[in-house]
């Protein structure tokens, strides 16, 4: 698997702190803010694709219920309008392509946050669709193997629509169209299997290879830096380090 999907995996099963948390649920209220929005204001997660993949994020992040009904009664008072999505593109340190997802209620704070990530931590800010092209968008699932081997989860996946399977230790990352992947983990699912996450994200169509120590260290720190900003959602890289350097920024 890439670096990236390795390291992002890794932060996700060794969990975050109680202010990491507090920051966590900020930024998954946003996007139920956002998915009711932008579904049209359905609040029902069953008409509302987007919607249904937020919840789900929120409910793998141990969100309590009344904080994820909050922000769906948000989304339709006069707060919901004043978030926005804004996507950037840029170079981490060493050349890797990277792209960044927000949500945001000031665009102008935001990318001069952003930005001065970039410039401080040895990248540069690209102009629209500089980077994208190296991305696909995609679904991926999380799923515990449970003594199962790629091939036998593959094969029970493939046939809804799977695509491709990634290694993650106790885990796989199965790929599917965006449009299969509730699909897909509905029924990985009812085939008794545990799914920890599943969601939309850019998967790298190349990858940039890092095998310097010092380098590694800088990427993982500047994607790290990145995803502490509040209005910073997720962010995609296409770096590949090598499982040893990756074990060793733990």
């Keep these: 698997m890439s670096g990236h ?5 890794i932060k996700r099963q060794k969990g975050a702190n109680d202010a990491k948390r507090g920051q966590l649920f900020t930024k998954l209220s946003k996007a139920i803010t956002i998915a009711v929005r932008q579904g049209g204001g359905s609040p029902d997660p069953e008409s509302n694709f987007r919607l ?6 929120a409910r793998a992040a141990n969100m309590p219920k009344e904080n994820i009904e909050r922000a769906i009664q948000r989304a339709s008072g006069k707060d919901a309008g004043i978030l926005e999505e804004a ?28 930005k001065n990530v970039f410039n401080k931590n040895g990248g540069s800010m690209g102009a629209q669709g500089s980077v994208m092209y190296q991305f696909g968008k995609k679904g991926v699932i999380t799923v515990v193997k449970d003594g199962k081997s790629l091939d036998d989860l593959f094969l029970i996946a493939a046939d809804n629509g799977a695509e491709d399977i990634e290694d993650a230790g106790e885990e796989v990352l199965l790929y599917t169209r965006p449009e299969d992947v509730t699909k897909v983990k509905d029924v990985l699912s009812q085939n008794g299997l545990q799914v920890n996450t599943f969601e939309l994200i850019y998967k790298p169509i190349v990858t940039n290879i890092i095998t ?3 380098l590694s260290e800088k990427a993982l720190s500047f994607i790290d830096k990145l995803e502490s900003l509040d209005d910073v959602q997720k962010v995609y890289a296409n770096f590949d380090i090598p499982d040893e350097l990756i074990e060793d920024n733990q």
């Design 52 to 57: 249904r993949l937020a919840i789900e994020a």
């Design 5 to 9: 999907s390795k390291w992002a995996t």
């Design 212 to 214: 310097d120590k010092s």
């Design 87 to 114: 996507t950037y593109e840029g170079f981490g340190p060493g050349g890797f392509s990277v792209v960044v997802e927000a949500f945001t209620d000031n665009k102008l704070r935001t990318v001069s946050e952003v």
